[in-house]
């Protein structure tokens, strides 16, 4: 079911506040509390959040936040990313695709492109460029990770390890105060690194929530990426940043 905009913004909120009232949702959108309820209703049947006493709550994790649910924010900051990175890729190229929603919407900006080859083990990646048959799709095995989208485990970095790629491309967990790329998982890590060490570019997708946020195992300095797309201003200009500026639309 597709989020209008109301619920992507309550999925914002939840994202800054973990947990907010219905009457404080009410109030913040100037509609009644029975809108808000259906909307919040939508939301937990879909498994994006949770009622607690008098309101909702983002739903309860150990790790990275569902596919579901990081499709939903963030999603106008993305978009512009997304398409500045497809149109910089050179038709003809090799590129290597890793997890993420923001990796899943270059993707989408790809399909007009003839002859690519792509490698990937992000499951919508895949299912959106097979509809475009002059570009070659090789998906990594490996274990599925249903609610991620994606395959992970030592197949797949051997996978990766198989190809050298033109460019790759990196999402990532968080972003360090020290200017440091990191994951949430081992698995996530590992892929991140084995496009890094494959790939005669590596590209860097990640909006300013990214800074916000915490993961705990190191993929690599910031330093290390040939590119940075991002909406953040205050990152060193020895950094090669290709600035995405998401007040244009607004």
Known sequence: MELNQRQKQILATLK?????????????????????????????????????????????????????????VESEVKDSIAMAVANAIPEGSTVMMGIGTTVTRIAQYLLA????????????????????????????????????????????????????ADIGICGCGSITTSHYAMEHEQVEADLSKAILNNSRE?????????????????????DRFDRIYTNNRQLPEELNVQFIDDTVSA
Request: proline letters at 2%.
């Open 16 to 72: 800054s506040n973990q947990d907010v009232q219905i009457d404080h949702l009410a109030d913040q959108f100037a509609v009644t509390t029975q809108t808000i309820r259906r909307d919040v209703n939508q939301l937990c049947e879909q498994g994006l959040a949770r009622r607690v006493h008098g309101g909702v709550s983002l739903p309860t994790a150990l790790t990275n936040t569902s596919y579901r649910f990081r499709t939903g």
């Open 113 to 164: 492109k003839p002859a690519l080859r792509v490698i990937t083990n992000n499951l919508q990646v895949a299912r959106i460029l097979e509809a475009n048959e002059q570009i070659e799709v090789y998906l990594a095995g490996g274990l599925l990770r249903r609610e991620h989208q994606d395959m992970v485990g030592s197949s797949v970095v051997n996978f990766f390890s198989d190809f050298e």
């Open 202 to 222: 590596c590209w860097l997708v990640a909006d300013a929530s990214k800074w916000g946020r915490f993961a705990a195992l190191k993929v690599a300095p910031l």
